[in-house]
């Protein structure tokens, strides 16, 4: 048997290059321009700004509430930021999905 595979020089894939293989034939990767990437790079830096601008006024009114002993409002609060930053992060991907729909139908 071994001489088999010496005589016909055949190299064994690993599982993961076999599932590479497939996952290749199922959904061919796509080459993005640079045109392109820069437009998914402008959606990602303007839902990070969207981010960046939540933080900082729910950090703030989290501040304000423990200054005040609100615990309450603190924990409501925690809440809302995690929740907003959260569904922000679901918008910014949805976005980009539909953004790569549209490069794969040009």
Do not use: H
């Amino acid at each position: 048997m071994r001489g088999l595979f010496q005589e016909r020089k055949i190299k064994m894939k690993s599982a993961y290059e076999l599932a590479m293989e497939r996952l290749q034939k199922a959904s061919p990767s796509l080459s993005l321009t640079d045109e392109q990437k820069e437009k998914l790079a402008e959606l990602d830096s303007k839902y990070r700004a969207k981010i960046a601008e939540k933080e900082l006024f729910l950090k703030d009114q989290i501040r304000k509430a423990q200054t005040d002993g609100k615990v309450d409002d603190i924990d409501s609060l925690q809440k809302q930021l995690a929740s907003e930053i959260g569904r922000l992060q679901q918008e910014c991907e949805g976005a980009k999905e539909k953004l790569r729909n549209q490069f794969t139908k040009l």
